[in-house]
């Protein structure tokens, strides 16, 4: 078992580029399935959950190579079959992606239920209600479901709830189908402008991503092509708000500042001072910093991903600040781990009450999911003393060579493996 350890950053900054959007990069690898030709795609990160996904594709006769320089060549020519491994599909949520990019062109998927972080529920009826408007059959079963359809065709598709993953997977599956689709309360998210713009280079007619309108006129061949992905947004977004809880300047490259928008806003509201290039943004705390009031939303609003990783700049501001996630409202894990190490906050009906200004001290915590860890970590450089940070799988699940990337801005970070099992029992499920 893995444990990063990290000591308090005496000093903390510097510059760091930002490598491809994971999110998106398991959907632009699921939207290459639907080429009849090999795709390149570049600034794809080396993280756990596309492993799992390459070893999806290897199973069903997806070819794919990837190179040092973060570039995946795939090749679908190869596929044979379009039943995937429940228990690789359990691994990672959006294994689903495969059902968009595979039914049009085989009529019939096998896939498991999805996995990933466990935020109490994650459901995929607004997927399920895409995909029958366009005509296809479900069959659920103990583990796994199948979808079954001979010919997809467009349908006017209106979502209950934004979802991100139910608009990419109805995206993909309407580029192949008959006729035109027009999904209607689409998310606006960046992920899915970049799959949305993957696609149009492939030879797919879509208009509108980015907008809560979008209309797909299927065609029936798809081309290659080469296509890089966004940067993460989210990652770039954690590093700045390490750099105001550590009192340093922390300079993301590479990055989109627009897809920061929320992010850079809230920030600047809190005290720190946050300047932006084309390319960059620059975030530094020159004064005291104060508390605030955030709700996570749908794109644009301030992102879900990042509640995590504010909650523990917010620890260290004097004051009472407050965060609601309407989004996932038990994603909240990351709350008692920050309680061992000394921080004061309380958690009711999806709104967590933080009192800041109290030091941290260092203990071993636990990392429930990706971004709990990256909050943990960040907590962690504030702290008095050591914190060893055990869950490391899920921080691996969505950054690539973490503890490197901290170092180079200056941070006391290492990881290491222990047999201290029993710890890790313990303090995983502390405070549940």
Known sequence: MKQIVVKPARTFGGAISIPGSKNSSLALMAAACLSDEPVTLKGIPKITDLDVFARIGEDIGLVIYRDEENTALLDPRGIRSAIVDPLRASSFRTAYYFIGALLAKYGKVSMGYPGGDDFVSRPIDQHVKALMAMGAKFVFHTDYYEVECAQLRGADIYFDTISSGATINAMLAAARAAGRTTLRQAARDPEVVDTAQLLVKMGAKIRGAGSDTITIEGVRHLRGCTYTAIP?????????????????????????????????????????????????????????????????????????????????????????????????????????????????????????????????????????????????????????????????????????????????????????????????????????
């Open 232 to 432: 993460d947004r989210l990652i770039a977004g954690s590093f700045l708000i390490a750099a105001g809880a550590t009192n340093g300047i922390v300079r993301v490259n590479d990055v989109i500042p627009e897809h920061l928008g929320s992010c850079l806003a809230k920030l600047r509201e809190i005290g720190m001072d946050v300047e932006e290039t084309d390319y960059s943004v620059t975030a530094y705390a020159s004064g005291r910093l104060r508390p605030t009031r955030v709700r996570t939303a749908m794109y644009p609003g301030f992102p879900t991903d990042l509640q995590q990783p504010l909650t523990a700049l917010l620890t260290r501001v004097p004051g009472t600040s407050l965060i609601a996630d309407r989004i996932y409202p038990k994603r909240f894990q990351h709350v008692p781990q920050l309680n061992r190490m000394g921080a004061n906050i309380d958690v009711r009906s999806g709104v967590a009450r933080i009192r800041g200004g109290a030091p941290l001290r260092g203990t071993l915590v636990h990392a429930s999911d990706v971004r709990a860890g990256i909050c943990l970590l960040i907590a962690a450089l504030t702290a008095e003393g050591t914190t060893s940070i055990a869950g490391v799988r899920h921080i691996e699940r969505g950054y690539e060579n973490i503890a490197a990337s901290f170092r180079s801005l200056g941070a006391d970070v290492t990881m290491r493996d222990t047999d201290d099992e029993g710890a890790y029992g313990f303090y995983a499920n502390a405070g549940s």
